[in-house]
């Protein structure tokens, strides 16, 4: 039994040790990696300029309405960002292709009168208006590497129209070509440095710094600050190859509303829309999961005709398209704080808590185990046990060893004569004498020309005495020679001896051997069984 529990010990030990080695250099790294049920989904509003939310109409767009009216117009409105990513086809255990959809509601207008009004919006596939609350549409699609997070160029494209039955996607989208940056989720192990972060309205990646560590809801996060640069957003080709509709606009001055030296209000004069932004994400770092984010987006028109020759009322002429500050909900701020918290806590289990666990209960198995190795070495070497404690059989219960050499002499001459007892103190009896008996002890006389042993306990007041039988020894059969290991023995013949004369003394004789020895035999069965040796006269 002792064998057993040595031998489950030293297992679990060591597989203890070897388990908290592998989980995390093998296994927690697997968890670094892109989940392929990735599904998030934000929600964001706009504020005011110093980002507080509350404010009823704190972003400004273009009114695309005006475009068949005399002048250009502009609305104050309240817009809703919503966007959800999800992971799809191609995805396998090296690539996640994520999909994200987003769209840019106008939840509230501020019309001429001061008045609120709530713009509706068309049902997919139906024809649109100029005041539909829809404002914005697109589905990007981008491969990233599992473990990097990084794009990897497989897919990576973005769609500015619906594809209507029968069309394919490619057809109505876009190749978004060298792509580097991160997007929708960082990298796992984030450093307080710089990363790209690509910006979709403006297809380019852009620098994104550390700005400093922060705390939210509980949780570490890092902020990271990047600024879009001024762009062009008619170099930003639609599916046809063309300039997105809206983002070239050429129309009369008083049209504008542009006026002054060198302008006449009739004179087309043709606009550009431009892009620029300013977006802060908030970055847990062990993951690299975006919990909380804000941008600051500015789209405005003005005149790509910056010579000299230009009318300044011209080149100095802005107009704002967009012109809003999105900020995440609480609600999605909760949301990815506990979706961070989550992972964040799988690995640390993972790579801290789990091994540690493992690595203290194997040393605890290994030590328990050296225990009963060293103890079971000390029984077998002969641990004097308890006599009162009944012998189980156990190896090393109890220890006898015979009594020294020349005991018995050394007793023949003396008074008295120690006994050889291991299991209790020892005793002295008087030579010749008798010892006392118990049924519960083993007795070795020591006298003189006796054997000191070890024997069972015996019972003196028993009828009989039961010993156990003996185990059958089994010996493995012994090989057989095969016949012809050994041939015929080649013998020397004997020379004959020559007759020599003898002495006979009774029943005794006596031969003279030629070689020089002498044999000298008596006869222990008489002359008739040995036979005899004639003289020759």
Same mark, same amino acid.
């Given at each position: ?67 068949? @009216? ?8 309240? +817009? $809703? ?51 539909? &609350? ?44 060298? $792509? ?14 710089? %990363? ?10 852009t620098v994104a710094s550390f700005v400093e560590e922060k705390t939210i809801d509980g949780l570490d996060v890092y902020h990271f600050k990047t600024e879009v640069p001024e762009t062009d957003l008619s170099d930003l080709p639609n599916p046809q190859d063309e300039a997105p509709l809206g983002t070239i606009l050429n129309m009369p001055a008083k049209w ?5 030296r060198g302008v006449r209000a009739n004179d087309l004069i043709e606009m550009h829309r431009f892009g620029a932004a300013v977006r802060h994400v908030y970055v847990e770092p062990v993951t690299g999961t975006i919990v909380d984010g804000y941008e600051e987006q500015h789209q405005y028109f003005r005149s790509v005709d910056d010579s000299e020759d230009a ?24 949301? =990815? ?15 801290? %808590? ?68 291991? &299991?209790?103190? @020892? ?13 519960? @002890? ?8 006796? =054997? ?15 010993? @156990?039988?003996?185990?059958? +020894? ?64």
């Amino acid at each position: 039994m002792r064998r057993f529990w040595m031998a489950l010990l030293a297992f679990l030990g060591i597989a203890c040790i070897a388990a908290a080695i592998t989980i995390p250099t093998y296994l927690v790294p697997k968890l670094k990696v892109v989940p392929l049920d990735l599904d998030i989904t934000s929600d964001a509003s706009t504020v005011s300029d110093e980002g507080q939310a509350g404010e009823r109409f704190p972003a400004v767009i273009f009114d695309r309405c005006s475009v068949s @009216e005399s002048k250009a117009a502009q609305l104050n409105v309240n +817009l $809703r960002q919503q966007r959800r990513s999800i992971i799809v086809e191609p995805s396998n255990a090296d690539q996640a292709t994520l999909q994200s959809a987003q769209t840019v509601l106008i939840e509230r207008v501020e019309d001429a009168d001061g008045a609120e009004t709530t713009p509706t919006v068309a049902a997919a596939g139906d024809e649109r208006t100029c005041s539909d &609350g829809l404002l914005t549409a697109n589905i990007d699609r981008v491969s990233v590497d599992r473990q990097t997070s990084a794009p990897n160029g497989d897919v990576s494209s973005l769609q500015l129209e619906a594809d209507p039955e029968g069309v394919p996607v490619e057809d109505v989208s876009v190749r978004l070509d060298d $792509r580097k940056g991160f997007q929708y989720k960082f990298g796992f192990g984030v450093q307080q440095r710089d %990363y790209y972060y690509y910006d979709l309205n403006t297809r380019q990646d852009t620098v994104a710094s550390f700005v400093e560590e922060k705390t939210i809801d509980g949780l570490d996060v890092y902020h990271f600050k990047t600024e879009v640069p001024e762009t062009d957003l008619s170099d930003l080709p639609n599916p046809q190859d063309e300039a997105p509709l809206g983002t070239i606009l050429n129309m009369p001055a008083k049209w504008w509303g542009i006026s002054g030296r060198g302008v006449r209000a009739n004179d087309l004069i043709e606009m550009h829309r431009f892009g620029a932004a300013v977006r802060h994400v908030y970055v847990e770092p062990v993951t690299g999961t975006i919990v909380d984010g804000y941008e600051e987006q500015h789209q405005y028109f003005r005149s790509v005709d910056d010579s000299e020759d230009a009318p300044a009322a011209i080149r100095d002429f802005r107009m704002d398209a967009l012109k809003a500050n999105f900020k995440w909900s609480d609600t999605t701020v909760s949301q =990815q704080v506990a979706r961070a918290d989550k992972y964040v806590g799988q690995l640390r289990w993972g790579g801290t %808590y789990v091994p540690i666990i493992l690595g203290v209960l194997g040393a605890l198995f290994l030590l328990g185990w050296g225990w009963l190795f060293f103890r079971g070495r000390k029984d077998d070497a002969g641990t004097p046990a308890d006599p009162d404690t009944p012998d189980d059989g156990t190896p090393g219960d109890h220890d006898y060893r015979p009594a020294a050499a020349g005991a018995g002499a050394a007793a023949a001459g003396a008074a008295a004569a120690p006994t050889e007892y291991l &299991g209790d103190a @020892e005793q002295t009896t008087e030579f010749g004498g008798e010892a006392p008996l118990r049924a519960d @002890e083993y007795w070795a006389p020591g006298a003189a020309g006796e =054997q000191t042993t070890g024997l069972p306990p015996i019972d003196p007041t028993a009828d009989t005495v039961a010993f @156990e039988p003996l185990p059958d +020894l089994t010996l493995p059969p012994m090989p057989a020679a095969p016949a012809d290991d050994f041939g015929p023995l080649d013998l020397p013949d004997l020379p004959d001896l020559p007759d020599q004369p003898a002495e006979q003394t009774g029943d005794d004789e006596f031969w003279a051997n030629p070689l020089g020895d002498t044999d000298f035999r008596d006869n222990p069965f008489g002359d008739d069984q040995r036979g005899r040796h004639e003289r020759p006269d």
